[in-house]
């Protein structure tokens, strides 16, 4: 008995060592890929669409779309694409990729396929282990990101807009009665929204701007969120 024991923890430790070194060993192209939640979003059949099905931003899915990619993108691509779809350099920026026919191609071609080269798996093949409404609903939230560039245009402002949000929420006044100072900053914001691009083309940006004035709802954390959405959102933007 004592020496089955033994035997149960030294299969613990083996196992618990062998994790590590195959966390470690994931670290490159094999990784353990992380399940989307889709709901919300309508089932896409079996076939491969040839076109992002979310692409348009007037449609009742897109905001959805957009919900379900960040997460997906954040678990499954992030570590080599970059948070936030900012590329650190490691593997291409998938913000530039045109969102047309052409870029969708060439989006599932590399879902599906992953890459390999000379024997090492540089990007793993996602079209067994992710759901198609996983892979469009990722393509909506990469394609939907700021140009960076536009984005610089507007980076001051917006970082006024922050400073005056941080302040109001640290004077520790009740959202609902700072509605009048609040509400210029929602339209200046509402403005910059309309104005920033996408790299990829894509007919609307789902910018940081766009995100914080959504935020500002009048409820008690709304000021202090919409800060931060702003704060999280103009660092990554640098
Ligand atoms: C282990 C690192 C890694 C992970 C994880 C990863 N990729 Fe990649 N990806 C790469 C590399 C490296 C390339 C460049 C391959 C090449 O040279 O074409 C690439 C290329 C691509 C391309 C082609 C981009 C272009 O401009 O040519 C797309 C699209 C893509 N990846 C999508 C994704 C998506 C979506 C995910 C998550 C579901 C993901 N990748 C996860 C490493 C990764």
Redesign the pocket.
Known sequence: MKRLLAAISLTAAVAAVSTISTSKVRA??D?TPQAVDTSGLPALGENWLEENPWRDPDGKDWRRAIEVGAS??NQ??A???GLGAVSGG?????R??SADIDGDE??LE??IQG?TQGGIT???A?GEL?SQEA?WA??TY?ETRADPDSMEEYLGSLQDIRKKLVSMAESGKPAGDLGSEIEPLKTQMQEISGSIETASGAPKADSVAANAVALLDGSPQSIANAAEVLTVGLSAAK
């Open positions: 490159h192209g990784v997906g993108y499954n691509c570590r080599c694409h490691l593997a291409p920026d998938l530039m990729l060439w989006y590399r879902f890459y540089k990007m793993p996602f992710l892979a990722i393509r990469v």
